[in-house]
């Protein structure tokens, strides 16, 4: 039965991927980012404690090239950091506001999971200029994070709050900053075009 599932999801895998070679071949869905902007408060004080988080240098280059086995990695790391970490906000678990940190404890918030995605990814080899943390709007005006993942075939979303690894253009946020994807210790703007952006955010 295992057996038959596993092969029913490559199947399925291979069907999207077949799909996708498509659908974005002419035109993968990337973002438009911009110029320099301000660095998110929680990432700037990660980084005075973990600097090696802000001093990963990716040359410019086309992004990693999404195959099958690639594309079941994110897929499970997705699922497996929504799984295994529970959410708890920053004032529940440090008693302050946005403390971006890895959520080692067992617990964390948005941005706690996109940095366990991102460091289980980057471990796996993906280039650092392909996993960029994103601040994102929610419809409902909140801000929240998502990682970003750079690929051959688009730009795809990993959420806390979606079980489904998404094309950023299909999720309903309005996009407003990243990582730059040559220095993570720089952030851009991101030209959405869906939603009006606003100057500040978490």
């Not at 980084?47 to 802000?54: I, S, T």
């Not at 410019?60 to 529970?86: D, F, G, H, M, Y």
Request: hydrophobic letters at 35%.
């Amino acid at each position: 039965m295992k057996k038959l599932a596993k092969n029913l999801g490559l199947l399925a895998i291979s069907a999207l991927l077949g799909a996708w070679g498509t659908a974005y071949a002419a035109e993968p869905a990337f973002m438009h980012t911009g110029g320099r902007t301000t660095q998110p408060v929680g990432h700037y004080e990660l980084c005075q404690k973990l600097p090696q988080e802000c001093n990963q240098r990716t040359p410019k280059q086309a992004p990693i090239e999404l195959t099958r086995k690639l594309w079941a990695t994110i897929v499970n790391i997705n699922n497996s950091v929504n799984t295994r970490i529970k959410p708890l906000t920053d004032m529940e678990q440090w008693g302050k506001e946005e403390v971006w940190s890895y959520p080692d404890t067992g617990f964390g918030d948005c941005e706690d999971y996109v940095l366990e995605k991102r460091r289980e990814l980057t471990n796996l080899g993906v280039p650092a200029g392909d996993l960029l943390i994103t601040v994102v709007r929610r419809p409902d005006g909140e801000g929240h994070a998502v990682l970003t993942v750079r690929t051959s075939l688009g730009e795809f979303i990993l959420d806390n709050l979606e079980p489904k690894v998404l094309s950023w253009t299909d999720t309903d946020y309005t996009y407003l900053k990243r990582q730059s994807d040559e220095n993570s210790g720089a952030w851009v703007t991101i030209n959405d075009g869906r939603g009006e952006t606003v100057a500040s955010v978490r």
